[in-house]
């Protein structure tokens, strides 16, 4: 069946009767995390007709309440549409069911601009669109080829925004699943699918089945802009775009972005890029320097320390600044053959590097130990120990692990 959100794209609130209601569950999926899931107890509410469109066609099931109640989910099975409310409905109860109208919008300016992007596509190039997703802030058509040139997304561009400035209608179509022109084998319809066969049509443009909703006049989709192209699968390419009010949001983000950075760099828009790149070389220069600064400190530290008269068996040294390489530096200029060096960099109460050189076999047994005592994780060998700590708070406690070690050495000889 087809219902009535399919038949009136843009109706927003009307009445129905509750046909069932029983006990379901749904898996919801935190933001940006799919391993943070949450599994919510609730009720499969179905009405006698719906304003609210489930998922299907590539677009995203809508949103809105039944009798003042959060919908969070809506599914098709068969020919009913099943909402997830979290409060039960009485069967037979007449309610007031109302549409969340702008991700409702949102998805039809989507929707109805994929269909008129796919159709000048495969007409000016012969690129045929093989799945398309709505993302969240961005859409996606993959078309069915590996490149698709600077030019032609120019002139797909150029073509769709004069269609919507034609101000085209679309139109909707239902036919029987028996009817001559219904190819029904070439549909990949679903198998439980019942009922009309939705035909979806820009005059003069293209006309494609389709469940999904969609505007009536192109002009409601205001404008697409085409960010660009994307590697797809294999030997296909995707097409990233925008249409309706996602490409004014786009803009309101890019000239406050705009304005920050021109704040920033002290210059206008045209100069944005020239300005990142002198900051970028003069970065890359420092960090050069840098570099080489701390290599020459590494060095004076280490032949400060190996001729320092208070050295002896356990020679320990924590700085804030530094890397792997400046404490094997150290290691390298001090001589570790009858010494243990024990060298940290990085918060001196948190996390950072650690290095513990110095005999082999002494190293080989402390080396675990002192990674378990920092609670980090480390590798080693050749007389080197090092690795990432979480708690270099406890260097004392390593100091003091080493210090033992050595009188134990001593005692046995």
């Not at 006309?207 to 697409?224: A, E, K």
Request: proline letters at 4%; glycine letters at 8%; aromatic letters at 4%.
């Amino acid at each position: 069946m087809s219902f009535w959100c399919q038949r009136d794209s843009y109706a927003r609130e009307f009445s129905t009767t509750v046909l069932s209601c029983r006990p379901a569950e749904l898996q919801t999926i935190g933001k940006g995390d799919s391993k943070n899931q949450e599994k919510l107890s609730g009720y499969h509410v179905v009405l006698e007709d719906t304003l609210l469109f489930p998922e299907g066609g590539g677009q995203p099931d809508d949103r809105g309440s039944i009798a003042n109640i959060p919908v969070l989910r809506v599914t098709r099975r068969g020919s009913e549409a099943e909402h997830f409310l979290l409060t039960p409905l009485a069967p037979g109860s007449r309610v007031q069911v109302q549409l969340d109208w702008d991700r409702r919008f949102d998805h039809m300016q989507q929707h109805s601009g994929q269909h008129l992007i796919s159709a000048v596509a495969d007409h000016l190039f012969g690129l045929k669109t093989t799945s398309w997703e709505l993302g969240r802030f961005r859409s996606t058509i993959e078309l069915d080829n590996p490149k698709v040139l600077p030019e032609q997304v120019v002139a797909i561009e150029q073509s769709v925004n004069e269609k919507i400035r034609n101000r085209l209608p679309v139109t909707v179509t239902e036919l029987s699943p028996d009817d001559p022109e219904v190819k029904v084998k070439a549909l990949g319809l679903p198998d439980d699918h019942v009922g009309p066969i939705r035909v979806i049509t820009i005059e003069g443009v293209d006309s494609n089945m389709c469940c999904g909703t969609h505007v009536r006049n192109l002009s409601d989709l205001q404008v697409i802009k085409i960010l660009g192209t994307e590697k797809g699968k294999k030997n296909k390419t995707n097409l990233v775009f925008l249409a309706g009010n996602r490409v004014l949001k786009w803009m309101e983000r890019s000239h406050e972005a705009e304005k920050a950075l021109t704040a920033l760099l002290k210059c206008g828009v045209e100069e944005h890029a020239e300005a990142v790149q002198k900051l970028q070389n003069s970065a890359k220069l420092l960090q050069k320097n840098n570099v080489n600064l701390l290599r020459d400190l590494a060095i004076l530290t280490a032949h400060s320390l190996r001729d320092s008269p208070d050295r002896g068996g356990v020679i320990v040294l924590h700085r804030k600044d530094g890397d792997s390489e400046f404490m094997n530096i150290i290691a390298n200029e001090i001589g570790i053959e009858d010494t243990l060096l024990f060298l940290t960099v990085g918060d001196e109460k948190g996390a950072g590097l650690f290095l513990l050189a110095g005999p082999v076999e002494a190293v080989d047994i402390l080396g675990p130990r002192v990674a378990e005592l920092l609670q980090g994780k480390g590798a080693g060998k050749k007389g080197r120990f090092q690795g990432k700590a979480t708690k270099l708070s406890r260097r004392a406690e390593v100091q003091a692990l080493l210090q033992d070690y050595l009188a134990s050495q001593s005692a046995e000889e």
